[in-house]
């Protein structure tokens, strides 16, 4: 089992930063697929950002703005929110994948966490 516990959501103006924070208690995720996703209102969960080691994906619509990091020694994975958008308004979660592969589909990830509320004001 792996808790996952996200932090550092808020309301920000458009343009502003943003600093999420996922971390990860029961077992070592430091080997693990770990992925960020979102989900507004009405929308389908849609993936945003991915790290395996030290490989990384991103979503179309976060590349460039975003970037995803992890500290092994805490258990924790990271994103980086920069030039913010009303339209990133969202829940975001946190998730890790336990098995090889790498994937942005959301129901090959095992675990969540309760998400965190990103909101941008415009």
């Known amino acids: 089992q792996v808790q996952l516990v996200e932090s550092g959501g808020g309301l920000v103006q458009a343009g502003g930063s943003l600093r999420l924070s996922c971390a990860a208690s029961g077992r070592s995720v430091s080997n693990s697929l770990m992925g960020w996703f979102r989900q507004a209102p009405g929308k389908e969960r849609e993936f945003v950002a991915a790290i395996k080691w030290s490989s990384t994906t991103y979503s179309d619509s976060v590349k460039g703005r975003f970037t995803i990091s992890r500290d092994n020694a805490a258990n924790t994975v990271y994103l980086q929110m920069n030039s913010l958008k009303p339209e990133d308004t969202a829940v975001y979660y946190c998730?890790?994948?336990?098995?090889?592969?790498?994937?942005?589909?959301?129901?090959?990830?095992?675990?969540w966490g309760q998400g965190t509320q990103v909101t941008v004001s415009s």
């Open positions: 998730a890790v994948q336990m098995s090889v592969g790498f994937t942005t589909t959301p129901s090959q990830y095992h675990y």
